[in-house]
């Protein structure tokens, strides 16, 4: 799961660059692979491997709270 509270305050504080980067695999919250990646409403979201990212795909907000 991913606090998107965190990341907004991530945001608010960064250096304006436009993508807002989520460190970790929401669906399992392992370190991300490099190249699987998937943008949902302007933030980037990196994931260990196609079958997380599939997961998130099929659902995005099962993924996040607000
Ligand atoms: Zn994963």
């Known amino acids: 799961m991913i606090n998107i509270k965190s990341i907004l305050k991530f945001w608010k504080g960064g250096d304006g ?3 807002i980067r989520v460190s970790n695999d929401p669906v399992c919250g392992m370190r ?3 190249g699987i ?3 949902h409403e302007d933030i ?3 994931f260990c491997s196609d079958h997380c990212k599939e997961q998130f795909e ?3 907000e099962a993924y996040i709270t607000r």
Do not use: N
Request: no cysteine; proline share 13%; net charge positive.
């Open 17 to 19: 660059k436009k993508s």
């Open 32 to 34: 991300p692979t490099e």
């Open 37 to 39: 990646g998937f943008v």
């Open 44 to 46: 980037k979201y990196s």
């Open 58 to 60: 099929k659902d995005p």
